[in-house]
């Protein structure tokens, strides 16, 4: 098939080497927003009188019917034709002659692809918004529906203190909250316009890109041509949100899995959120957050991989650069399941707190309060840590746990000790007495809660705020 840049070249190109750089595989997923840049582009050179308006009516009209074939799966891709772009294109000027072949004036492939790039990212950073809120949400629903619930806390997955269940839940709402936050800087760097800077250095034509950037919606343009096509910051920041914000799903999915194991009991995953085994009957595998947990990786490599190919790239527009679209779609998929998989678990979930208070009621949880309550009576705390440390050897040796000792036993261990310790370091007392700002108290964590409503009106008040701005695009 003739290329549409062919006309310096005395020969075709080999099978192998069309194979090896077509990109059409994956970036025909890019078909709306080249078709939207194309008709942006074409009104504006009508307008300028670069070309006639009947031939911009022809390309419009071509643009949408192609839109249409696509859509409907009429459309056959050509591996020869490289890329989204080119596979437009020829079909357009097969389709309406001489005028498809005008719409390129003025403009390059490198800021063709940019363009699209760019709507692309901007229109995936919304969607990601939109499930994170919903993450959010779910996260909000768990914790009200168990706000009394009382669990061990962890550190070095030994049991530390005891928390409300709730206030774990609550710890993976701010970091979808941080996850959230950085999706802003995402949105302004791609709502930036790199088309009008052509192959590198800008267009002849009496172009206006501004017409176009109003035409498309974009709130900038890039203010230097050369960086306009050579710029990828903002799919490696979204890869970099991808990445920090599967590492939170990945953290979730982890506790998910143990807490629905025999030894923990402290959850049970929906059957809809599980799957069996094909040899031993009695089987529930919590197999959705172990894959959440392995795609982490991949986005992971997708960013680190990005990263490499970017680094020693000169300026401006290198093939290399075609690497960057593979990784961000396979993010956006990964991510779009990561996030609205653990949604539903979470919602489906049933959260064992008797169980939690069982395991509590029989370890050293509230080993820490016991040494709070000797500093309170004016014992320095380094002398109050070894004598409970002393008590906990006691209860060892024993076979018993701190709540099995009498008022005697601890008056023998230390004359500090008065009859209101018994009170001091039962579960619900040693998670009431943590009524710091960020605590665990009941009264923390409801107010938590409350932040967690007015942050989610804050998020969603800037989705619509995006999707203002993209849906001035023309579809």
């Known amino acids: 098939m003739a290329k549409l840049w062919g006309g310096r070249f005395t020969k075709g190109t080999d099978k192998a080497v069309e194979d090896f750089t077509s990109s059409i595989a994956f970036d025909q997923r890019m078909y709306a927003e080249d078709i939207a840049g194309s008709k942006a582009h074409a009104k504006m050179l009508a307008k300028q009188g670069i070309i006639s308006q009947a031939d911009c009516d022809a390309i419009v009209e071509g643009l949408t019917a192609i839109r249409e074939q696509i859509e409907s799966g009429s459309f056959d891709f050509s591996v020869a034709l490289e890329d989204i772009h080119m596979n437009i294109e020829k079909r357009l000027t097969d389709a309406i002659g001489e005028a498809g072949g005008r719409l390129h004036t003025g403009r390059s492939r490198n800021d063709q692809c940019a363009v699209d790039l760019h709507m692309l990212v901007r229109k995936e950073v919304v969607h990601m918004a939109t499930l994170l809120v919903d993450?959010?949400?779910?996260?909000?629903?768990?914790?009200?529906?168990?706000?009394?619930?009382?669990?061990?806390?962890?550190?070095?997955?030994?049991?530390?203190?005891?928390?409300?269940?709730?206030?774990?839940?609550?710890?993976?709402?701010?970091?979808?909250?941080?996850?959230?936050?950085?999706?802003?800087?995402?949105?302004?760097?791609?709502?930036?316009?790199?088309?009008?800077?052509?192959?590198?250095?800008?267009?002849?034509?009496?172009?206006?890109?501004?017409?176009?950037?109003?035409?498309?919606?974009?709130s900038s343009i890039y203010e230097n041509s050369m960086d306009a096509v050579s710029d990828r910051d903002y799919v490696v920041e979204f890869l970099s949100f991808a990445s920090l914000c599967m590492m939170h799903l990945s953290r979730l999915s982890e506790e998910l899995i143990l807490w629905s194991t025999t030894e923990f009991g402290f959850i049970e995953l929906d059957d809809a959120h599980c799957t069996g085994s094909s040899i031993m009957p009695q089987k529930k595998n919590p197999d959705v957050c172990e894959l959440v947990r392995g795609k982490t990786g991949r986005i992971y490599g997708h960013l680190l991989g990005l990263l490499t190919t970017l680094k020693g790239l000169p300026l401006t527009y290198n093939k290399d650069m075609q690497e960057d679209k593979e990784g961000i779609f396979d993010a956006i998929d990964t991510v779009h399941f990561g996030l609205s998989i653990n949604a539903a678990?979470?919602?489906?979930?049933?959260?064992?707190?008797?169980?939690?208070?069982?395991?509590?009621?029989?370890?050293?949880?509230?080993?820490?309060?016991?040494?709070?309550?000797?500093?309170?009576?004016?014992?320095?705390?380094?002398?109050?840590?070894?004598?409970?440390?002393?008590?906990?050897?006691?209860?060892?040796?024993?076979?018993?746990?701190?709540l099995d000792l009498t008022v005697e036993d601890f008056k023998a261990i230390s004359p500090h000790f008065e009859a209101d310790i018994l009170d001091a370091i039962t579960i619900e007392s040693c998670v009431k007495g943590r009524n710091n700002y960020s605590g665990t108290a009941p009264e923390c964590v409801a107010r938590q809660r409350q932040v967690g409503q007015v942050v989610i009106h804050r998020e969603e008040a800037q989705i619509q705020e995006w999707l203002r701005i993209i849906q001035q695009v023309e579809p």
Do not use: W
């Open 345 to 402: 678990m979470l919602r489906g979930m049933k959260v064992n707190g008797k169980r939690m208070h069982d395991v509590l009621a029989d370890d050293f949880s509230n080993a820490t309060d016991m040494a709070d309550y000797l500093a309170k009576k004016g014992v320095p705390f380094r002398e109050a840590h070894e004598i409970v440390g002393a008590a906990v050897q006691h209860c060892i040796q024993n076979h018993c746990v701190l």
């Open 135 to 218: 993450m959010q949400k779910a996260i909000l629903e768990v914790a009200s529906k168990y706000e009394d619930v009382i669990m061990p806390g962890y550190t070095h997955l030994q049991r530390a203190q005891p928390v409300l269940f709730s206030h774990h839940m609550m710890a993976y709402f701010s970091m979808m909250q941080r996850d959230f936050e950085r999706l802003p800087l995402v949105f302004t760097h791609a709502d930036s316009m790199p088309l009008g800077a052509g192959a590198l250095a800008g267009s002849t034509y009496g172009i206006d890109q501004s017409y176009t950037q109003q035409l498309l919606g974009f």
